[in-house]
């Protein structure tokens, strides 16, 4: 155990128990079988995490029904005072979470630790946010009245979270929620498990710290099954689900269909424009960041680059060039730069769209390939690749979540736009230039037509104080900063008559 796992899982209470269901500090023993959850670093079993089945879903149901009751009555500051302690806790063990996700989905431990960093960050926004849940006033068309509105708790929030963010997406979702009022009922990745049981061990002591009743934070087990209780279920009015965007269509139309609300986080095909007036230093640490980082599983990993003819051979050959320096291998040790995918599946979806990519004319730049030998006993790991594409090539069009990276050509900027939006999916957009006019061009109205867009900055590594999502097939919803929270909270119109008469709206007569 060269990298003190054992002593990490320890420290965060993860003894050998089947922990699976839970509905603050208590554990339900639902009598199912387990799940176990390998590592992706060195194929070592992690744990084992007992599934949810209906009978104790109903149970974390009903707890979450009555904690809304109280919990709703909790003034916003005091609740905001809880999930400062949670931020305090996390603070704690950032160390333990950090590595227990870098092992368990194995991203490097620096970005396992800068994903605890951001469920710190948050918690901060949602403290700060406690005593800004601002309504408007407006002023009434008659006389004699006063018009606001006000926002009240939606009630039990169903977050469905993937594997690529084990942990922050929760507290994303989990921090804003608890400060607007609302109960969390979460279901995390069944390929992270054990990360959901490791932050549901955290908050649940701070609950119950402040004698808080159960089920204001509830934790589940399964895979698509469990999250189809959720998104069937209209005692839930707003599930959050963050993943692929086949299951956000899934989930998206069972909500839809009981007329609940649905937050949706789902699948990117992010692209950077680099144009001939880049600085092509920061457009090449960019696009290298973007395409390799956490293994190319971001929602925001760079996926397609679309550069200027005229620079085009440069940024080919410098990124062959910074590509060969990759150091691949355990995500634990910090010498590496690139760690493994999640498991054999997405090893197969991988190898499957360089096979396409290949059949539909694409031209290899950089080879990829599957690594065996020592250190790559899991047989996850593989070579980040490069090839020469077009846009309209039907796996181009797709998000393969492996590190494969597509150039294409382009010569005027509107062209670039265009090859940028054409795609069906509208997460994360750049641009690198040091051009006024084309940056601006590519933030106008007829720019990107993406839920985030930047200028000099890679696709990924958003920052939790801005408004997070994307449009088209990645769904639309909006997490984290800004006014996001807004989706976790009612929005009520009160008018007050204070004068002596009741006149109608419109100046309506109806005398009798
Ligand atoms: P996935 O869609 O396979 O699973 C995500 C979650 O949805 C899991 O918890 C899974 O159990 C659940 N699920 C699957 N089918 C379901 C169904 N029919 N009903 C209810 N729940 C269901 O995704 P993944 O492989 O874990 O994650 C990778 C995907 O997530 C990528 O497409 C990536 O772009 C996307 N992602 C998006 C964001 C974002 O913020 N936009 C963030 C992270 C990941």
Partial sequence: ????????????????????????????????????????????????????????????????????????????????????????????????????????????????????????????????????????????????????????????????????????????NAALAWVCGDVCVWKPSEKAPLSGIACQLIAGE?????????????????????????????????????????MGKLVGQAVGSRLGRSLLELGGNN??????????????????????????????????????????????????????????????????????????DAVNMYLAAIEKVEKEGGKVVVNGGVLTGDGFESGCYVKPAIYEAENHFEIVQHETFAPILYLMKYSSIEEAIAMQNGVPQGLSSAIMTTNMREAEAFLSVAGSDCGIANVNIGTSGAEIGGAFGGEKETGGGRESGSDAWKAYMRRQTNTINYSSTLPLAQGIKFDI
């Fill in 206 to 246: 701070i609950f119950e710290k402040h004698s808080m009743p159960e089920g204001i934070c509830s934790l589940i087990i399964g895979d698509y099954k469990v999250g189809g209780l959720m998104s069937h279920d209209s005692r839930i009015p707003l599930v959050s689900a963050t993943g692929s965007t086949r």
């Fill in 1 to 172: 155990d060269q990298f003190g796992i054992q002593e990490s899982l320890k420290r965060l209470g993860l003894k050998s128990e089947n922990l699976g269901t839970s509905t603050g500090i208590n554990w339900i023993d639902s009598g199912e079988s387990s799940i176990s959850s390998f590592s992706p670093a060195d194929g070592a079993l992690i744990g084992k995490v007992q599934l949810t089945n209906q009978q104790a879903y109903e149970e974390v149901m009903t707890k979450a029904q009555v904690g809304f009751e109280s919990w709703r009555q909790v003034p916003a500051p005091q609740r905001g005072e809880i999930v400062r302690e949670i931020g305090n806790a996390l603070r704690e063990k950032k160390a333990d979470l950090g590595k227990l996700v870098s092992y368990e989905m194995g991203k490097s431990y620096q970005e396992g630790l800068g994903e605890v960093q951001e469920m710190i960050d948050i918690c901060d926004f949602a403290v700060g946010l406690s005593r800004q849940l601002y309504g408007l006033t407006m002023h009434s068309e008659r006389p004699g009245h006063r018009m606001y509105e006000q926002w009240h708790p939606l009630g039990i929030i169903g977050i469905i979270s993937a594997f690529n963010f084990p942990v922050a997406v929760w507290s994303w």
């Fill in 271 to 344: 692209a950077i424009i680099i144009t001939a007036n880049a600085d092509m230093d920061m457009a090449i640490r960019g696009a290298l960041f973007g395409a390799v980082g956490t293994a190319g599983q971001r929602c925001t990993s760079t996926r397609r680059l679309i550069i200027h003819e005229n620079v085009y051979e440069e940024v080919k050959s410098r990124l062959a060039s910074a590509y060969s320096k990759l150091v691949i291998g355990n995500p634990l040790d910090e010498k590496n730069h690139v760690g493994p995918l999640i498991d054999k």
